[in-house]
């Protein structure tokens, strides 16, 4: 594709968002389905973003790992050299079980970035599913563009016409999310003043797999080699196509929190969240995703 063409596609999009975007601020919920029309003209994937990662390399995986190696396989990715002054946060735990396959200061609240709109958008569905199932249909295309294509003016859109921070806390406490294990400024992640647990994230992402009924949520996130910001990520592995997660991305943050489909447990929810300033992206990025690879080799060695 010629830099033109390129060019003009880049405008194309950003106009489009924009007027989305002020359509959101100009209405309430309650007239949700006054912008369905306007939204229907337009599919999901013409607000597609440029993917700024790096593709990355992938070394050969185990084809059978006990989850009593996991931790020490895990340790030896994040413990090594380059990550002496990074901040980690991980929890990884079968939706479908009381069982946790690893964890590592799964308790601590870091910069989560773009992880954030998760907690926007489970709001946003918990919110609006109350309403009529026509305001639900209407919103599934805005928490797609949202969690597969990260868009930030939206996001930030969507938390101000659902009430705002009082209104997320009071939405997810439903579901078990402490309001107190994280800290929301805005509905995108762009601030670097939000904060949140790796456990949070986890907590939403189980509860949000047994009461979104329609699959919404799950279905909006980036497919693994597929779509979205994860596009570029894990082509050719074995998690192609098995993934369904959120990206986060700051300059010294990288964040992955979603669904991994496990051979023998299922669906498995994790958080993987680093903070180290300085630290180059790629490193950070292909860290994140050898733990998921790692994690997707698990199986019940008993």
Known sequence: MSRLKAQILVRLRRAVTTTITTLIVAISLGNLSRIESAIAQTPVNQ??????????DITPLESRLCPSNLEAT???IIKGPRFNTAQWGI?????????VLYKYNSDTSLIPASNIKLLTTAAALRIIGDRTPRNRLSLEDWVTVINRDSDNDLA?????????QRAVRSALAVLGVNSNSYEQVDGSGLSRKNRAKPSTFVTLLREMHTHDESGLF??????????????NRFRDTPVQGRVHAKTGTLQGVR??????????YGTIAFSIVVNQPGQSAQVMTQAVDQIVLQTAQVTRCN
């Open 156 to 164: 930030d859109a969507l938390l101000r016409q659902i009430g705002g």
């Open 47 to 56: 607000f597609s973003s440029p993917d700024l990662t790096d593709p990355v």
């Open 255 to 264: 964040a992955l929190s979603g669904y991994l489909e496990n051979a023998d």
């Open 74 to 76: 895990i340790a030896a």
């Open 218 to 231: 799950y279905h909006s996130l980036s497919i693994a080699g597929v779509n979205g910001t994860l596009r």
């Open 91 to 99: 929890l990884i735990e079968p939706v479908s079980e009381p069982t």
